[in-house]
Nanobody, 121 residues
């Protein structure tokens, strides 16, 4: 069955770094775009980044541009989100989701369970 499992979250000080991983199983990762989202309790889920199936297109929300980098390793069935220069406002639960069709404009169909990122001194 299709599964997405996030890992790599944790507690980090402001200015620190984390690398999130989204491990995919049950489908051929190379055919799909993958998006990263985040959610703070009481707020709507926000799209943070996305990478197309071909790696030719990446997307970042303005608030993370220049600090976050999305990448994928289809041989390892994993998509990564490298997060540098973290700020307290980056604190959230981070989710990855599958986008059929290979494009970041596609709707999502499967989601992971999320990983908590807390940026605090």
């Amino acid at each position: 069955q299709v599964q997405l499992v996030e890992s790599g979250g944790g507690l980090v000080q402001p200015g620190g770094s984390l690398r999130l991983s989204c491990a995919a199983s049950g489908f051929t990762l190379s055919y799909y775009a993958i998006g990263w989202f985040r959610q703070i309790p009481g707020k709507e889920r926000e799209g943070v980044s996305c990478i197309s199936s071909s790696d030719r297109s990446t997307y970042y929300v303005d608030s993370v541009k220049g600090r976050f980098t999305i990448s994928r390793d289809n041989r390892k069935n994993t998509v990564y989100l490298q997060m540098n220069s973290l700020k307290p406002e980056d604190t959230a639960v981070y989710y990855c989701a599958r986008r059929p069709g290979g494009y970041c404009s596609s709707s999502t169909d499967y989601w992971g369970q999320g990983t908590q990122v807390t940026v605090s001194s």
